[in-house]
């Protein structure tokens, strides 16, 4: 068998982690066709095998100790067998759809050839804000904010689909573009986007001299989530079914700007109950706006704090004993600089206030290490826009509903992209 084995193009269904047994090991059902990723030592990968799984074969993964590679036996076809033997299987993390989530979705339409990236476009847009809003300045622009800017980026292959993901917004919008446009966006045109996590691995070790946060990581982000939308697309199923997820909707927060001014906390606070929320978060920093909403939100609301980083250990620690009588859900990235996930796992301990952190962390390394400090009680990362989505993605009694599209679920709304796009 060669290296480059492409299987019959019959179409067949992607399985789903909800469809395997996986005590004590994974169990396929009966029949089942596993699509599996593998890189030959000696020839460029990965490729795709098409195995036709017998009733109750069972597959062991061992963990190789140095790079995180999986190799696997017991497969039953001896062919494949052989292949195993000098392959190893590559994976993209050790969730247990670690089997399942390279290729899958290549696996259901047949599709083995490459899909080639033929254009990444970036799209800036610049929302506005309700006319008569009033906030404060913070970290993402001055006060009496009047818009919000965002940055979609829109990925295309040669066989039609189409990816869909986002950048961080605000005053990055303009950089964020640019990085795209000049750093990224070379690297992947003419790349295989089924190949998701070499692809991404490739572009950061190429333009880690430029840095890995800030811009560059916000452009780097939104190509992969577009890539991920693709993958989905492929499969023709959600791709929160992919990673294994499966829950119909999720509670969601109304998250307030900062006002500092405690009377218009309480108006806000109010509004957002009245829309049927019963979880907020505050950006306030003084403690007076901050008792305002808990006064006006009562004992049954939760609150969170998000300050956005502006306390030295000794100044958080000082604060803590009035941040405790407000009885927070969380303080979310109390300290500066962000990245002291030493002092936050003091916080954390010496004032037993649960602590969020994640807005200022970009790669997964950076992630391990803040829960290996015991850092936080919740990862935050940033999250998406909304309002990008049209009327799809509003939330209702403080609840919103999972798309149930393929890939994200959802695209963007034409009509948004067309109104509030900005040319820059």
Known sequence: MTSKHQPDQADFRAILPEDIDWKPFPAFPPGARLAIVVGHPTEPGPYVVRVKVPDGTKLMPHKHPEDRIYTVSRLSARWVSNIMTRTTI????????????????????????KMIITRVEPIPLRIPFKAGNTSDASAWGDSDLPAADSLL?????????????????????????????????????GQDATRIEPLMSDVQKKLHVFGRGGALAFGISAIDIALWDIAGKAANVPLYRLLGGGVADLAC???????????????????????????????????????????????????MLDVNCPWTLLQARAI???????????????????????????????????????????????????????????????????????????????????PQGAGLGIDPDPDV????RLAL
């Open 153 to 189: 980026v829109k990925v295309t292959t040669d066989q039609g689909l189409i990816g869909w993901g986002e950048a961080f917004g605000f005053r990055a919008v303009a950089s964020a573009k640019l990085a795209i446009d000049q750093l990224i966006a070379p690297l992947c045109i």
């Open 253 to 303: 927060y109304a998250s307030l700007v900062r006002y500092s001014d405690p009377s218009l906390v309480r108006t806000s606070v109010r509004q957002v109950i009245e829309a049927g929320f019963s979880t907020l978060k505050l950006h306030e920093i003084e403690i007076s706006a901050i008792r305002a909403a808990r006064d006006e939100a009562g004992p049954d609301i939760e609150l």
């Open 417 to 420: 992209i067309g109104k509030f």
């Open 90 to 113: 590559r994976v993209i993390s050790t969730h247990k759809s670690l089997l399942l989530r390279p290729v899958t979705w290549c696996a259901a339409r047949g599709r083995t050839q």
């Open 320 to 402: 803590a004993d009035d941040l405790k009588t407000i009885d927070l859900k969380w303080l979310e990235e109390p300290l500066w600089p962000p990245e002291n996930f030493g002092g936050l796992a003091e916080l954390r301990r010496a004032t037993g206030i649960p602590i969020a952190a994640g807005e200022n962390i970009y790669t997964l390394m950076d992630f391990e290490r803040l829960l290996a400090a015991r850092a936080v009680d919740f990862v935050q990362p940033s999250h998406l826009e909304a309002t990008i989505y049209g009327q799809a993605l509003r939330p209702k009694h403080g609840r919103i509903s999972v």
